[in-house]
């Protein structure tokens, strides 16, 4: 009797059907865009002349101003963007990611269309430098407080009380730099702030088991009204010697801030612009290059098998959270020595939330929430610059456009974003 041993279907990768998965969350947003152009462009149209202004009175190197004809320019925006919207929605039909220069390049030509649909007839051309120069002032907290929060969430704590070490930071650097008279004592005065309420945080969350999310929300209550407390009782009764601390002075680097457009920009800035540079530098490097990081991120993603290798899950958890409270204070600090120039009360406005949006938009990379954090201080900025150059867009949407961006980014382009696995889990040692 023969016997026939059963026939076992071909299992290898290459006998095997690779399954498509597309994504059209890139060509559905490009299409809201283009759908927006052709509102504006088309039922809206605004004829004349629209111009650019990339140089200054005081730059070294001046650039022509760039006019350009309203209409024609409108129509060429909408073709680009429909031209780049198919590419994407080919992307996708191929079951391929959309690059992220198209990204870019399709929000760079939407945003011409737009700043030129906006200034056109104006007596007063779009301020390319200004536009950016306070993109990045504006950002300064925003990319601080982010970078606690990349760094808090990486190690498994979910930090709402950004808000919170923002206010402290602007309102013991004001305190302590008015009645030292130094700078950069208030700068690091900001950064004890920060740590004390990251100390409170962590206590409460790691070791006593506190919910994360209700003790960040219950710090960021109780510093705004201590603040203002204490803005009331202390400051207000000699703001001269309280509230009057020196600003930061303006750091030019010689032959880079010559440069047009990006050396006023990035070059010519205080210090906390350049320190901003090297924390971000240095988060990413440390996250991602050296021990420190990894172990950080295992603690963050599995605990369990960080503490079954020797690593002190809480102790871990416990001083990171405190070194993300001492970067986001000294984003706070920002607000009394390089921006307003005194403390104020709730000064922050919300920024933490913002900031906390930003690490959720980057994905907790701080490259990533970097950027977005620039992408909420453009939309914030660009209501100063339309208000100036005197659109037509209604004040009281521009008044909320940073917080539409933020739920537009957090809900709509970020889709399915997946967290760090242990992050808001508070870990016991079995």
Do not use: C
């Not at 606690?148 to 919170?164: K, P």
């Amino acid at each position: 009797m023969t016997t026939t041993a059963p026939v076992v279907p071909d299992s290898s990768p290459s006998a095997l059907e690779k399954a498509e998965i597309r994504s059209w969350k890139a060509p559905i947003a490009f299409g809201v865009f283009v759908v927006i152009s052709l509102i504006l462009f088309f039922g809206f149209p605004r004829n004349g002349e629209s111009s650019f202004r990339w140089s200054e009175a005081t730059d070294a190197i001046k650039l022509p101003n760039l006019t350009v004809d309203t209409r024609v320019t409108t129509i060429l925006v909408t073709i680009l963007l429909v031209i780049l919207t198919a590419a994407s929605a080919w992307y996708s039909w191929r079951a391929r990611k959309t690059p992220i220069w198209m990204v870019v390049l399709f929000a760079l030509i939407f945003m011409f269309g737009f700043l030129a649909w906006a200034d056109s007839g104006s007596p007063y051309p779009v301020p390319i430098t200004g536009l950016f120069l306070g993109t990045i002032s504006l950002a300064v907290p925003l990319v601080f407080g982010a970078l606690g929060g990349v760094i808090s969430e990486r190690g498994g704590v979910v930090n709402v009380a950004i808000e919170g070490q923002l206010l402290s930071g602007a309102f013991v650097s004001a305190m302590t730099a008015s009645f030292t008279g130094s700078w950069a004592v208030g700068l690091i005065a900001a950064m004890v702030a920060g740590v004390l309420v990251s100390f409170v945080l962590a206590a409460f969350s790691i070791k006593y088991l506190v919910d994360q999310v209700i003790v960040g929300v219950v710090l960021n209550v109780l510093v705004v009204g201590l603040t203002n407390f204490l803005y009331s009782q202390v400051l207000a009764a000699d703001p001269q010697a309280l509230n009057h601390p020196p600003r930061l002075p303006s750091w030019p680097i010689p032959l880079l801030s010559d440069i047009p457009v990006i050396g006023k920009v990035l070059f010519d800035q205080s210090i906390i612009e350049y320190l901003m540079y090297i924390a971000v530098f240095l988060v990413w490097f440390g996250l991602f290059k050296t021990r420190w990081g990894l172990r950080l991120r295992s603690v963050g993603e599995h605990p369990e098998a960080a503490d079954t290798v020797g690593i002190n899950v809480n102790s871990t958890r416990f001083w990171n959270v405190s070194l993300a409270g001492a970067v986001a204070g000294l984003g706070g600090a920002y607000f009394t020595l390089g921006s307003v120039g005194a403390f104020s009360k709730e000064m922050t406005a919300g920024q933490g939330f913002i900031a906390l949006a930003a690490v959720i938009f980057g994905r907790w990379d701080p490259i990533r929430a970097t950027l977005a954090a620039l992408l909420f201080g453009f939309a914030t900025n660009l209501q100063n610059v339309l208000s100036t150059i005197g659109s037509p867009v209604p004040s009281e949407f521009m008044l909320m456009l940073p917080y539409v961006v933020t739920i537009f980014a957090v809900a709509g382009l970020v889709g399915m974003s997946r967290a760090p696995a242990a992050d808001g889990k508070p870990y016991i040692k079995s």
